[in-house]
């Protein structure tokens, strides 16, 4: 079976400080990965996509793949109070379509 | 531009009873997906479309749940028999392509109370 997974969390950090948010799969079929922020009550925003090995960045954002280790993770940098969310890890597998999300983990940022 | 939309964004049903959930994809986007999200859960994929004709319906639950997309836009989610383990958040979602490399956008979801 195809997984996703996230250590749920909270994951608590201060205000400017850097979250780290990590999340294993255990398909190498692999290809694709995304980060999702959910705040509560609300839907998925896409915030980060990665498809190749290294880092990308956007903003205060980092997302770093590592398909050997099967590994990806979020860094946040000058982590803000308004940063505090679900985040979800999702992939998707051998062209299909379909995401499969892990769990999600929560982040608050203490002003 | 507009986003995803869905309605109703509440309905609240009774055990046995059928409904239908809508779902309005970005405008341009070929390929609209059905999730549905417990709580404390990530979102579980259920069935997605590519134009007209479903793709991939391998996270249907049951022969309950049933999805049409008849024009390649607007797609319906409908659920016979509601159960109270229907009871979630189905969010839809839609891409501009399909396959590894797609970027999928969620509407606000359709939270369902089966009583």
């Known amino acids: ?111 | 531009g507009a986003g995803v939309s869905q309605t109703p964004s509440n309905k609240v049903t009774e055990k046995g009873k059928y409904v239908e959930l809508r779902c309005d994809p970005i405008s341009g986007h070929t390929a609209l997906y059905w999730y549905r999200q417990s709580l404390g859960q990530g979102p579980e994929f259920l069935i997605y479309f590519q134009g007209t004709g479903a793709a991939d319906d391998s996270g249907l639950p049951n022969d309950r749940f049933f999805a049409v997309r008849p024009e390649g836009s607007v797609s319906t989610l409908k659920i016979q028999r509601t159960e109270r383990g229907d009871s979630a958040v189905y969010l839809c979602a839609s891409s501009r392509v399909t396959g590894g490399f797609n970027e999928q956008f969620f509407g606000p979801g359709t939270r369902l109370t089966v009583l």
């Open chain 1, 1 to 111: 079976q195809k997984e996703v997974e996230q250590n749920s969390g909270p994951l608590s950090v201060p205000e400017g400080a850097i979250a780290s948010l990590n999340c294993t799969y255990s398909d190498r079929g692999s290809q694709s990965f995304f980060w999702y922020r959910q705040y509560s009550g609300k839907s998925p925003e896409l915030i980060m996509s990665i498809y190749s090995n290294g880092d990308k960045e956007d903003g205060r954002f980092t997302a770093q793949l590592n398909k050997a280790s099967q590994y990806v993770s979020l860094l946040i940098r000058d982590s803000q109070p308004s940063d505090s969310a679900t985040y979800l890890c999702a992939a998707i597998y051998n062209q299909g379509g379909k995401l499969i999300f892990g769990q999600g983990t929560e982040l608050s940022v203490k002003p």
